[in-house]
């Protein structure tokens, strides 16, 4: 079983749509979550990161962790085109070492 | 300064050359990474550098050896590469701890021909 769970997509949807992105993990050691986004031939872009059970709110962006079912999702209001990309959910222990997801495809059509 | 910049952008390279990819962050963090990505793929980490110490090395052959001359500066040299090794070479840097994400650079596009 592979540390970190992620439907690779691809998910396709109308602008203006909510966006559900979605991971589970395995390891209770995991403190510390992440979502990154990656626009094609890109490097990996920090969107979010939070540390503790909860949501937490960043403009049209919500991430949410759920620590006792090991789930973090990552929320898109109002979805845009310019958010069309490869979104990677990543999780550390107390280490320097991060655990990715597979990433989840993402397309907005106008 | 909040980038990890990496040089150059696009690389080809035939099987017999040696060349080196570089990355540079000014942001002061003392945690350094090579990660190798394939298209659909999330990135693989290849070393972890700590305070410019080679901490991880996760199995990586050795025709690739990365080396931290400072704080700011990561390199990776490549010599006698295969056509799988094509791929974005990746950088990143973070502090050693706390509640912060990696910053990844923009990317090496390797190709061997």
């Known amino acids: 079983q592979k540390e970190v769970e992620q439907d690779p997509g691809p998910l396709s949807v109308p602008e203006g749509a909510i966006v559900s992105l979605n991971c589970t993990y395995s390891n209770s050691a995991f403190q510390y979550f992440m979502w990154y986004r990656q626009y094609s031939r890109k490097g990996p872009e920090l969107l979010m990161y939070?540390?503790?059970?909860g949501n937490k709110e960043d403009g049209r962006f919500t991430a949410q962790v759920d620590k006792s079912s090991k789930y973090i999702s990552l929320f898109i209001r109002d979805s845009q085109p310019s958010d069309s990309a490869t979104y990677l959910c990543a999780m550390r222990d107390t280490g320097n070492q991060f655990y990715f997801g597979t990433g989840t495809s993402l397309t907005v059509i106008p | 300064d909040t980038e990890v910049t990496q040089t150059p952008k696009h690389l080809v390279m035939g099987m017999t050359n040696k060349k080196s990819l570089k990355c540079e962050q000014h942001?002061?963090?003392?945690?350094m990474y090579w990660y190798k990505q394939k298209a659909k793929k999330p990135p693989e980490l290849m070393f972890v550098y700590s305070y410019e110490k080679l901490s991880i090395n996760e199995s990586v052959p050795s025709r690739f050896s990365p080396e931290c001359p400072n704080s700011s500066l990561l390199n990776l040299h490549l010599h006698a590469l295969q056509p799988e090794d094509s791929a974005l070479y990746l950088c990143?840097?973070?502090?050693?701890?706390?509640?912060?994400?990696?910053?990844f650079g923009s990317g090496t596009r390797l190709t061997v021909v």
């Open positions: 942001m002061g963090h003392r945690a």
């Open positions: 939070t540390y503790s059970s």
């Open positions: 990143a840097s973070s502090p050693t701890g706390g509640l912060v994400g990696y910053t």
